[in-house]
């Protein structure tokens, strides 16, 4: 197995009122994690966000400054990590209830939550957090948890995610908006930075600009609410056409596609998933919800991480559903086909010359 490979497989799978939220007494499970957050037994008692997650009753969510004039084309937002989710599920209740192989439950017992070691601690302002030791980096928003606050319970919150604007934004222009979404599940530091340059490295089209926004997550797969809320403080805050956004991702992020798209269907102007990952269930259940969405997918024939199979056989349901769906078969591609298909023009003004009525 090539090092990219054995990176990747080791990262994926086993090649109302404004008010706080009652604080929990429950234990969040049923073992000792062995980090540096989470090296006793005892049990702490709230997450790091303690806000309802009804996103349009505040009116303090700050978005970060940024000034034109000074080129800054990157944005690191956390506003959202404040509002805690119900629909977030813990992936290590995930893991104990069979939804994943079992390595992952063995990588918790032995690593414990990935965010709770400081190198991969993403709930940074710094845009470039992850190119920088910790002793150099500006204070994480984990400096100022209060007391009570069991890091190990982030996956409750909502997403830390950067916001990418092209070189000569213009506050009276409306951009495009391609929401990137990664793969992988097990992260780290060095698997966010491959992450930020994959979406980073999209194809730019001349005479079409477009902005990128692309989350980190902390559960198993995506979050639809939690990606809409992202999306919709985005297009309070930055110039988005509301008719152009689009989605894609990468192996848990082609799956994630599908579930965030099958839970929007008012939002998105076409999908792209490329290697769609097929476990822990099958997204072809989520062909009818998707129907109506222009769609792209690109799968590798010789991929042995995510299922050809299965991806033939969606694009095959969406056919007999009347979908404007191509699928893209990559003759010999393996799992990693995404710079492929990120890099081809084609593909990408595929994407953006679908426009929603």
């Not at 008692?45 to 004039?69: A, E, G, H």
């Not at 957090?129 to 319970?153: G, H, I, M, Q, T």
């Not at 992450?195 to 692309?214: C, H, M, Q, S, V």
């Not at 009347?322 to 078969?329: M, R």
Request: hydrophobic content about 35%; charged content about 25%; proline content about 5%.
């Amino acid at each position: 197995m090539n090092l990219k490979k054995g990176f990747i497989c080791f990262f994926l799978f086993s090649c109302s009122e404004n008010e706080s939220l009652p604080v929990d007494n429950t234990t969040t499970s049923e073992i000792t994690l062995n980090n540096s957050q989470n090296s006793s037994t005892e049990s702490l008692f709230c997450p790091p966000c303690q806000r309802n997650n009804d996103f349009s009753s505040y009116d303090d969510l700050v978005f970060p400054n940024f000034k034109t004039s000074e080129n800054k084309t990157k944005i690191k937002v956390n506003t959202l990590t404040s509002l805690n989710y119900s629909s977030s599920i813990d992936p290590l209740e995930a893991v104990k209830n069979g939804f994943y192989d079992t390595s992952w439950f063995n990588l918790l017992i032995n690593y414990g939550y990935w965010w709770t070691d400081p190198n991969n601690d993403h709930w940074n302002p710094d845009p470039d957090w992850y190119n920088k030791s910790v002793s150099a980096r500006e204070p994480n928003l984990s400096n100022d948890f209060e007391e009570c606050v069991d890091d190990s319970l982030r996956w409750k919150c909502g997403y830390s995610f950067s916001v990418e604007l092209p070189e000569q934004y213009n506050t009276n222009k409306k951009y495009p908006l391609i929401v990137f979404l990664h793969g992988g599940v097990w992260q780290s530091r060095d698997a966010i930075r491959s992450y930020e340059k994959i979406g980073g490295a999209i194809y730019r089209l001349d005479n079409d600009p477009f902005i990128i926004l692309t989350p980190t997550k902390l559960e198993l797969d995506w979050n639809p609410k939690k990606i809409r809320d992202a999306i919709e403080l985005v297009i309070e805050n930055v110039s988005i056409d509301v008719n152009r956004i689009y989605l894609t991702g990468i192996s848990m992020g082609g799956r994630g596609t599908f579930i965030v798209a099958a839970e929007n269907t008012d939002l998105f102007s076409a999908l792209m998933p490329i290697s769609p990952h097929h476990e822990p269930y099958s997204y072809l259940e989520l062909a009818n919800k998707v129907k109506d969405f222009p769609i792209l997918i690109s799968h590798g024939d010789a991929d042995d991480i995510s299922s050809f199979e299965i991806a033939s056989q969606m694009a095959e349901e969406l056919k007999s559903l009347n979908t404007e769906i191509i699928f893209k078969s990559i003759e010999e591609g393996d799992h990693f086909i995404y710079d492929q298909i990120y890099s081809d023009s084609l593909s990408i003004s595929w994407l953006m010359n679908k426009i929603k009525d």
